[in-house]
């Protein structure tokens, strides 16, 4: 009785880790993107679920490569982020904080209403079925092991970006202040787009770990949205080592709420600690307090 | 003043009803150390912002090496070589000691440079300053001497030909003030910077300045060799006051 109970508590503690390798590589993209150009993308789930269905037609119906496929994904959402940056963020960087979520807000709602008149609303899939390998007693879902490690990989090249190269040395400075880039020659409406562009094609990266596991659907991005942006918050909003922990934080508490009870009661615990460390930290877990 | 390096003209700047800097006109010669005093809020830190295009003049001219640049972004006038500092120093804190310095070497070049290119711009800049760099040291790590060196090595890493240097000295020793001037001194010496220094406090500017420019409430009201304004009876009504006599005795008598 005991060994099985603490197999079944095991199995549910690493699918929660795995988990959250996915969120914290979504949580990490919107972070970037706010941390840098100082606007929450409202819409960016939107943009992952435009990137499941790049995945969907080209390898679902016409038959690419799944790596190609990805890898096309990837180049598409990235210029949807460039595109979001240069057509709709842009022109009302100076305006209130308030006209730029009303804006990704608004982009949300245009993104899936466009996306159903163009797809319809059927849950699509891509038919591609991974094995479930076995270690022991434990069953591990292989899509779940992939999408953990790709994201890992994923987010260890950023970071690589971040730390080794002058223009990821930028990103890194001008979320701190941001006049004082353009004085040492540093062309900010650049650095937005190239940031804007990376933040897209993680977006692309995650919808490819995403679309083996979920079927797409216009509505696909309200179900891990709104659970990016509380790790977001959790972690302090613009902090990606914050986010990072607060993905794996949240991802543990929803599987082992789900083990215990159902996985509606993980999220409900999940959400429920989002507002006791709000309540603590308003400021977000490494926060900084404005 | 036959090779003018930066020429200003009736420069304005309105904030609404409010005028921080009212027809302000002055000229820099190439290789000279400018003085640039006046009270807090005299619109020094203003007329440093339009020169360096973090603000648009309300009106005037300013004349770079010939070329008007009012109004330009600030990432193009820092690639046309004016660098700027600022009073309260603002490192990254994020990065390192060098990767403060070496971002404004790789970027503020106007040109495409190297990753070593911009790694040696920025150790020199460092040296000249006084900043030891061997290590990946902790912005953290400097106290206010050492932060004030960051920010003016960072400007030196632009490669400026003309320097703004915004130094309030007012958290700093004298011993340390001292060095502070010094460095300015050697900075034009050595690599042949113009530099315009803005200062609140008089005293150890005065050492080292070609000429002095006295603000007040916007306006200039005094321009000349630091002894003739020292003497000044408008400098010392509106802003010497108390400490004219301990002025200048340290410029000498009026020429």
Redesign the interface.
Same mark, same amino acid.
């Given at each position: 009785m005991d060994t099985i109970f603490d197999i079944y508590l095991l199995e549910a503690l690493i699918n929660g880790l795995l988990f959250g390798g996915v969120l914290a590589l979504l949580s990490l993209g919107l972070n970037l993107i706010f941390g840098v150009v100082d606007v929450v993308w409202i819409c960016y789930a939107e943009v992952v679920m435009f990137g499941m269905y790049a995945i969907f037609w080209l390898h679902g119906v016409y038959d690419l490569p799944i790596v190609l496929a990805a890898l096309l994904a990837i180049i598409g959402t990235g210029a949807m982020g460039f595109l979001v940056h240069f057509l709709v963020i842009s022109p009302i960087l100076g305006s209130a904080p308030i006209n730029q979520l009303l804006a990704t807000g608004g982009l949300l709602f245009f993104l899936q209403s466009f996306a159903t008149l163009l797809w319809g609303i059927e849950f699509r899939n891509i038919g591609l079925r991974l094995p479930v390998l076995q270690w022991g007693e434990l069953f591990f879902s292989y899509a779940r092991l992939l999408a953990f490690g790709i994201a890992v990989i994923g987010m260890a090249a950023i970071y690589l970006f971040l730390t080794r190269t002058?223009m990821g040395? %930028?990103i890194? %400075?001008i979320?701190?202040?941001r006049?004082?880039?353009?004085?040492?020659?540093?062309?900010?409406r650049k650095v937005y787009l190239v940031t804007s562009v990376v933040g897209g094609s993680l977006a692309g990266l995650a919808a490819s770990l995403l679309v083996l596991q979920y079927d797409v659907h216009p509505f696909v991005g309200l179900s891990f949205g709104p659970i990016t942006f509380v790790i977001c918050v959790m972690g302090g909003l613009g902090n990606m080592v914050g986010g990072f922990i607060a993905a794996f934080i949240l991802s543990e508490v929803i599987s082992i709420g789900g083990f215990y009870a159902e996985l509606e009661w993980g999220y409900v615990a999940a959400f429920v600690l989002f507002i006791i460390v709000m309540f603590i930290r308003p400021e977000g877990i490494l926060g900084k307090k404005s | 003043m036959a090779d003018a390096i930066l020429t200003v003209e009736a420069l304005t700047k309105r904030f609404g009803g409010f005028t921080a800097v009212d027809e302000v006109s002055f000229t820099v010669g190439q290789g000279e150390i400018l003085g640039l005093i006046g009270p807090n809020g005299s619109g020094k830190s203003t007329i440093f912002n339009m020169i360096?295009?973090?603000l648009r003049p309300t009106a005037g001219t300013i004349r770079f090496q010939g070329q008007s640049v009012g109004g330009f972004?600030?990432?193009r006038i820092?690639?046309l070589g004016i660098?700027?500092t600022?009073q309260i120093p603002?490192p990254?804190?994020?990065?390192s000691i060098l990767?403060?310095v070496?971002?404004?070497g790789?970027?503020?070049?106007?040109r495409r440079v190297g990753?070593a290119e911009?790694w040696e711009t920025a150790a020199r800049a460092l040296d000249m300053v006084g900043l030891a760099h061997g290590d990946h040291a902790s912005v953290d790590t400097l106290g206010a001497a050492g932060l004030k060196k960051l920010e003016l090595a960072?400007?030196l890493?632009?490669n400026p030909t003309l320097l703004l240097a915004d130094e309030s000295l007012g958290g700093l020793d004298e011993s340390e003030m001292d060095q502070a001037a010094d460095m300015l001194e050697r900075i034009r010496r050595e690599m042949g910077i113009t530099i315009i220094w803005v200062e609140h406090i008089m005293g150890v500017l005065m050492r080292v300045v070609d000429r002095v420019m006295v603000l007040d409430h916007g306006e200039l009201i005094s321009e000349g060799l630091p002894a003739d304004v020292a003497h000044d009876p408008k400098v010392i009504e509106v802003y010497l006051g108390t400490d004219a006599g301990e002025v200048q005795a340290s410029v000498g008598a009026a020429g």
């Open positions: 002058y040395t %930028a890194r %400075a979320s701190q202040d006049e004082i880039m353009t004085l040492m020659g540093v062309d900010s | 360096a295009g973090l972004s600030p990432n820092c690639a660098g700027r600022f603002r990254f804190h994020k990065l990767e403060n070496a971002v404004a790789y970027f503020g070049q106007g990753k911009a960072r400007a890493a632009t």
